[in-house]
């Protein structure tokens, strides 16, 4: 008779040994922590062309690019400012900063310093674009130009 007793005890030991072993295993999906994004966005910039030189007399000066991540953009930057000019008065302009909320790509083609008039300063420009993605990581790229009669 104590065999009859026996067998429903270790019944119950095994199942609550195996119930501990299932309850503790595994990964739970929803436990799972988000990749860090560690990588840098990327600027392409396709216009005005490094080294490019660009009459005064043109018009309108447009910036023309694509700003793309991994994940998501945040926000950029857009500085200029002229490195040598014909009377050697530096000049830099206060930067643009614009909102990026369109995921991760962003196409852009705008007249952030307006037009290049007829009474601007010949001479070397920079253009410095600073772009954030929305994990805060950070690159620039800067191009040079000139502006001639």
């Keep these: 008779m104590k065999m009859n007793r026996l067998n429903p005890l270790l019944f119950l030991i095994a199942f609550m040994v195996s119930f501990g072993f299932v309850a503790c295993g595994g990964d739970d999906d929803d436990n799972k922590e988000e990749p860090v994004d560690t990588e840098k966005p990327v600027i392409s910039l396709t216009s005005p062309e490094n080294d490019g030189s660009y009459s005064k007399n043109v018009g309108d000066f447009f910036i023309s690019g694509e700003f793309t991540d991994n994940v998501a953009l945040d926000s950029c930057t857009f500085s200029l400012s002229i490195l040598k000019s014909i009377d050697d ?3 830099s302009s206060d930067p643009v900063g614009i909102s990026i909320t369109t995921g991760d ?3 852009f083609n705008e007249e952030y310093f307006g037009k290049i008039e007829g009474d601007s300063k ?3 420009y920079t253009l410095t674009v600073e772009l954030i993605d929305a994990a805060g990581n950070t690159t620039s790229e800067s191009i040079s130009f000139n502006i001639t009669e």
Aim: glycine fraction near 12%; aromatic fraction near 22%; proline fraction near 11%.
């Design 89 to 91: 008065e530096p000049w």
């Design 105 to 107: 790509s962003y196409s």
């Design 122 to 124: 010949e001479g070397i």
